[in-house]
């Protein structure tokens, strides 16, 4: 039920008019200019009462009650807690979380594989990803875990996916052919394009590490054309180019490339503020109306943030979470903790069981009860609760909510483009259509 | 407030899931239906499986009972009733199957083509049966059966035959298509709106009664009220200017259907029930139960609001100015911009001749023969449209309506409404390249620009006895004559879509200088057609009809010739400047 003007937001579509989204639902409707005007002024009473006259607002999508006990269906192994690089903001901590260095044992990786597929049915599908520190510098642990995970797999008809997040520096033929013959989903980690990079992610030495990435990237795309390799880039105030690195790292090779603001470091070094932050939206929304052009004119533009939020928007995802953090998904840490997720490996407040003994339900329980956006402020009275679900868990509890008019700003943009691309190319939301079957 | 009437666009899955339009039941959603299987109360559920495979729709003939005799084998089974290779978005989720379609598409147009066998998962469902000793063609009604029992979004292979003809047999490989989006509940788009309830008929109408199954109403009107009979009055928002039949209620199955002895509905069902048709009553006249749209039955006559909210032009001087300084601009416009959008496509030989797989280019070349002959077709109508708004235009002065002399109107606007948006782009000589023609579809579309100004001439001849009644027919054919062109557009475009790259329909065209030396013979023909037009216009303009033709006749020669000329400068990569002279 509509209750309060946090829960729609008008906004333009340029060239096909104005339109409205229901947070509930995240419902996107186009509506008539003189609707709009006076939705936008009107009490909350009158319009709920101008929605409902229009047919809008009566159907629930989201109750109050969390998730009841939600399956595990995705984990992430910490398999080496270190890493060769020394990156200035990294929540790691230089790959180690603060502590000794260490890698994960084989046991504690048999346990947790057997966990996360020992707990689904046959035809579900669950997802298993290695992280660090830098993951290649135990590629012993990471063959023999995907290889059992492969095997139980088949053996239950499940379907699993892998992936992997490196620093790419290890990234060899050999390690590239394992990748390619499990299918991995690929993510390396570049903060921009030669010394823009090598700023912000030094070898522990001191020493760059854009040119030697590239060479393995380049490698690797040669060797294996079809394997989905994608770019994070992490935004702090020092490489706010986001269009020159988005379009040079697509000719490298990557299919995709995806931005993230750098907002919490152990560290307190390279956060961004709020003035960087307003840039960073004009660069996306740069980047953005990039993709609309190509969009438009039949060609892909691996402009990762947008896909997503276009797919995303086009299903009308609608959570009161930001991801899976503590409900379906967990970070595995060296020594077998389940942590709410990887990033809050090494955290003993938000660790919730261990691979051995499972899921803590009491503190699962705990955790979903308190998450939940509608509980968060200033989310309550946010019309981009149930997009953004509240912001990352980890980031918000470190740091607050720092984001929320650059988050506000970019789905504003995001949803704009969704219906300007709906009407041109509506062809282009076949494939989410089909994904959802 | 009086707006336009409008309904919210429903853009994403969940809007699409969950919006309700306004006027009908709570319960019209599929997942709301209790409806037995089929033809079902609230849809057909054949009319999902006519679709089952995409890009083809299939009929199931089939006798009217089961227990009927078998006389008609040829007949019985799923017929394929077109291809829809365009239009069908399921299409891509089957590689290849878009080019088989196309490929086979003018085969499968000819003669009578039945589904002779199925394949999913390594097994082979035939369409046929042993029946006295000999193997005939399955009853429809059975091959639906069996076709309802495929897996969804799995592969499926079929194989199409011509029973009476000797035609080799089609093969396709596709999927089983997923009717519904698991996720939201969504029906696929390839389903036209009406097409889940054609093949109901309101005979059933009495089981929703006689069931007791009120909550079952999601097709089924209790109460409405009376249809409004042409040339009876009404107020200005749509409403009966007779306050006693805006208020009277009906009973929609009432037997007694004269309007004279229609009377107040009663309160209950049962005592309502003795005024009603009896089930077998309505199993002989169910045609004479009415469609009701927005809680109104509508009889013979259906008039689509929203034509008659057009605002009339406030004089005939402000009507004048609409058409010389707007309208007749415009259509010219629009002409010169099809024409140079029509060069830049390849000729049919030229496709031919480009590198590539044989099929490949056969494919290309039917494509540009049909975008070309539509852009051709669809820029006439903007010169014959130029040519009804400057006689418009002649008739207001002829009437005396307008002080001074008729001029006729000759020269192209300069900048063109972008709808929905209030912008204006210029007036450009551009390829027929994908914004091109997302541009041109914009400007076509129904209640966009055109037809919204004409909306409005046509209110302002209507709304004034002064306006003789040949100016509402010629503007009214100007507005219907446009519908078509929005629709040319769109499926330009869903043919074009399916071509490997621009390159292989587009030519390099580049816009020549009006000064350029080249273009002389074309520059040449342009101004005689253009003097020829000013001829045949004033001659309209002083009734002198027999002077008329002979200019249109010679302005119609001269455009042919410009055409060849243009076309020749086009493949050699020089585009006339129509919007320069």
């Known amino acids: 039920m509509i209750s309060t003007e946090a829960d729609f937001h008008l906004f333009d579509g340029g060239e096909v008019g104005p339109h409205l989204l229901l947070a509930d639902g995240s419902q996107v409707f186009g509506v008539d200019a003189a609707f709009a005007e006076a939705l936008r002024v009107a009490e909350p009473d009158v319009a709920r009462a101008m929605l409902g006259e229009v047919g809008l607002g009566g159907r629930n999508f989201i109750d109050a009650a969390p998730p009841e006990d939600p399956p595990m269906r995705a984990l992430s192994l910490s398999v080496a807690q270190r890493c060769n690089l020394g990156c200035t903001y990294c929540y790691a901590e230089g790959g180690d979380f603060g502590k000794p260095p260490r890698d994960m044992e084989w046991p504690t990786a048999d346990a947790a594989i057997r966990r996360l597929i020992g707990g689904v049915d046959s035809g579900e599908r669950v997802n298993l990803a290695f992280l660090g520190g830098e993951p290649l510098s135990n590629i012993v642990l990471i063959r023999r875990a995907t290889e059992l995970a492969a095997e139980l797999a088949a053996a239950k008809r499940v379907r699993i996916g892998f992936a992997i997040t490196t620093n790419g520096t290890l990234l060899g033929d050999t390690e590239g052919d394992f990748l390619a013959r499990f299918g991995f989903s690929v993510t390396i980690s570049l903060d921009g394009v030669g010394p823009v990079h090598d700023q912000l992610r030094p070898a522990k030495g001191g020493r760059g590490s854009f040119d030697r990435i590239r060479a393995r990237v380049i490698a690797l795309r040669k060797r294996h054309p079809r394997l989905p390799i994608a770019a994070r880039v992490t935004v702090t105030p020092r490489n706010l180019e986001l269009r020159e690195t988005l379009d040079c790292l697509l000719e490298l090779g990557f299919d995709s490339v995806g931005f993230s603001p750098m907002l919490h470091a152990p560290s307190g070094r390279d956060e961004m503020q709020e003035m960087d932050l307003n840039c960073l939206l004009q660069a996306m929304i740069e980047c953005g109306e990039e993709y609309e052009r190509r969009a438009a004119a039949g060609e892909r533009y691996g402009f990762s943030n947008l896909e997503t939020a276009l797919q995303e928007i086009h299903r009308g995802t609608h959570r009161p979470y930001p991801c899976g953090a503590g409900a379906g998904y967990f970070g595995v840490s060296a020594t077998g903790e389940l942590a709410a997720c990887h990033r809050f490996v090494g955290d003993a407040d938000h660790t919730m069981g261990s691979v051995g003994a499972g899921v803590d339900l009491a503190s699962q329980r705990a955790w979903l009860d308190e998450r939940r956006v509608d509980r968060q402020e200033p989310c309550r009275s946010c019309w981009a609760r149930y997009l953004c679900g509240g912001g990352c868990h980890y980031e918000a509890i470190h740091r607050g909510r720092p984001a929320c008019d650059y988050i506000r700003g970019w789905l504003d943009y995001a949803l704009g483009a969704y219906v300007r691309l709906s009407v041109r190319r509506p062809e282009l939301f076949r494939t989410v259509d089909a994904k959802a079957a | ?581």
């Open chain 2, 1 to 581: 407030m009086n707006r336009e009437p409008w309904t919210p666009e429903p853009r994403n899955l969940t809007a699409r899931a969950a919006y309700l339009v306004p006027g009908n039941p709570a319960i019209t959603r599929p997942e709301d239906a209790v409806a037995n299987c089929y033809p079902g109360l609230e849809l057909d559920v054949r009319n999902l499986d006519r679709r089952f495979f995409p890009g083809l729709v299939f009929e199931f003939v089939a006798r009217d009972d089961t227990g009927d005799p078998y006389i008609e084998p040829t007949r019985y089974g799923a017929r394929l009733s077109y291809v829809d290779q365009y239009a069908d978005p399921d299409i891509s989720d089957c590689p290849g199957l878009s080019d088989e379609l196309s490929n086979n598409a003018g085969t499968l147009g000819t003669g009578e083509w039945y589904i002779e066998w199925i394949e999913q998962d390594g097994r082979r469902l035939s369409m046929l049966e042993a029946r006295a000793g000999e193997t005939l063609p399955m009853d429809g009604l059975f091959v639906w059966r069996l076709i309802r029992g495929l897996r969804p979004k799995a592969p499926v292979t079929l194989c199409l035959h011509q029973r009476d003809a000797q035609s080799a047999d089609v093969i396709f490989n596709g999927i089983r298509r997923n009717f519904t989006d698991p996720v939201t509940g969504v029906i696929s788009l390839a389903y036209q709106p009406g097409e889940m309830l054609q093949s109901l008929c309101s005979p059933w109408q009495h089981d929703f009664r006689d069931c007791y199954c009120h909550y079952w109403a999601s097709n089924h009107p209790d109460i409405v009220f009376g249809e409004l009979l042409p040339g009876e009055a009404r107020l200005p928002d749509g409403q009966p200017a007779d306050p006693l039949q805006a208020t009277t209620r009906l009973d929609w199955l009432r037997a007694e259907r004269s309007p004279a002895m229609a009377g107040w509905t009663q309160d209950s069902f049962a005592l309502n029930r003795p005024f009603q048709y009896d089930a077998f009553q309505i199993n002989a006249a169910w045609r004479q139960l009415n469609i009701v749209i927005n809680n109104v039955e509508i009889g013979d006559d259906y008039t689509p609001p929203g034509q008659e909210a057009a605002e009339p032009f406030k004089d005939p001087a402000e009507l004048a100015e609409a058409l010389c300084k707007r309208l007749a601009p415009l259509e010219m416009a629009l002409a010169f911009e099809y024409l140079y959008a029509r060069s830049s496509l390849l000729t049919d030989e030229e496709a031919r001749s480009r590198p590539g797989d044989q099929a490949a280019k056969d494919r290309a070349a039917v494509c540009v023969i049909y975008a070309r002959h539509f852009l051709l077709l669809t820029a006439a109508s903007e010169m014959l449209h130029l040519r009804w708004a400057n006689e418009l235009l002649w008739r207001l002065y002829q009437e005396k309506l307008v002080p001074g002399n008729y001029v006729p109107v000759l020269t192209p606007a300069r900048d063109i409404p972008q709808p929905p948006s209030t912008a204006r782009r210029p007036l450009e000589m551009r390829r027929l390249e994908p914004q091109t023609l997302q541009d041109f579809i914009d400007i076509e579309r129904p209640s966009g620009a055109i037809d919204g100004a004409y909306a409005r001439v046509i209110a302002t001849l209507r709304s004034d006895p002064r306006y003789p009644t040949q100016m509402q027919q010629v503007a009214e054919r100007i507005a219907n004559d446009g519908m078509g062109h929005e629709r040319h557009f769109l499926d330009m475009r869903a043919v074009l879509r399916r071509m490997p790259g621009e390159s292989s329909y587009l030519r390099e065209l580049k816009r020549a200088d009006p000064g350029c030396t080249a273009i002389g013979t074309a520059i040449g023909h342009f101004r005689n057609i253009k003097s020829e037009l000013d001829t045949a216009f004033r001659s309209g303009a002083d009734r002198d009809l027999p002077a008329m033709g002979k200019s249109l006749n010679a302005a119609r020669d001269l455009m042919d010739k410009l055409l060849a000329e243009t076309d020749r400068l086009a493949s050699i990569g020089v585009g006339f400047p129509y919007d320069a002279l």
